[in-house]
């Protein structure tokens, strides 16, 4: 299981991103039909988000919690993770900007075997009186003979000190079958 979920997660790390058509925004609610029984928030992380039932979640690196289903289960492959990456406003921060972490992740995706990008295009984070402006993408990509598809949203935290880094990475087999549940998670998404 854990080299899976690591393999997944290096997919997440090469892609960040989603394309769509124009403008989208995170807003209150839920998917009908789209349980999110247990909540994730942990205090320094930035953020709290709700997630399905029969899903785990896990911490790695102290920064990235990933969210997947059970081994053996329909839902074990497809994930979200959410990724804190440091601004340069703080000593030992990577980024300047959504931009800066944008190209890094583009370095990454050209290792990966048959990449494709879409986007970025504008991403607008309003919750809760809190209005985010970053961006977002989707990748296509082969992995040891697998194809993924990968959406990613990137939006600067309300301090400065970080960018939050959401995706969601699934075999692209099944990317629309867990688009839904990807969707109200990210509409469950609380910036603080």
């Known amino acids: 299981m854990k080299r899976a979920v690591i393999t997944i997660f290096f997919l997440g790390v090469i892609m960040f991103f989603f394309g769509g058509t124009g403008n989208a925004t995170a807003a209150d609610g839920q ?5 999110l029984d247990k ?3 942990e205090e320094g992380a930035g953020y709290s988000i709700r997630y399905p039932g029969n899903w785990l ?3 790695q690196g102290g920064h990235t919690v990933v ?3 059970k081994k053996g289960s329909e839902t074990y492959l497809p994930t979200i993770a959410i990724k804190n990456v440091f601004s340069t406003e703080i000593k030992g921060g990577k980024y300047k900007n959504v931009d ?3 190209r890094d992740f583009e370095m990454q995706l050209k290792t990966a075997q048959e990449p494709s990008l879409y986007g970025p295009r504008t991403f607008f984070y309003m ?3 809190v209005m985010l402006e970053g961006k977002q993408l989707v990748a296509e990509y082969a992995l040891k003979g697998e194809k993924y598809k990968q959406w990613v949203i990137i939006v600067p935290r309300t301090d400065g000190q970080a960018f939050h880094v959401w995706s969601y990475t699934s075999p ?3 990317y629309d079958s867990y688009y ?10 609380t910036i603080k």
């Open 127 to 129: 919750k809760n009186d």
């Open 180 to 189: 839904s549940v990807a969707k109200a998670m990210l509409d469950s998404w």
């Open 57 to 59: 979640h896990y911490t």
């Open 172 to 174: 692209a087999s099944r």
């Open 31 to 35: 998917a009908p039909g789209v349980a």
């Open 67 to 69: 969210f997947i289903g």
């Open 39 to 41: 909540v994730y928030q």
């Open 100 to 102: 800066s972490v944008i």
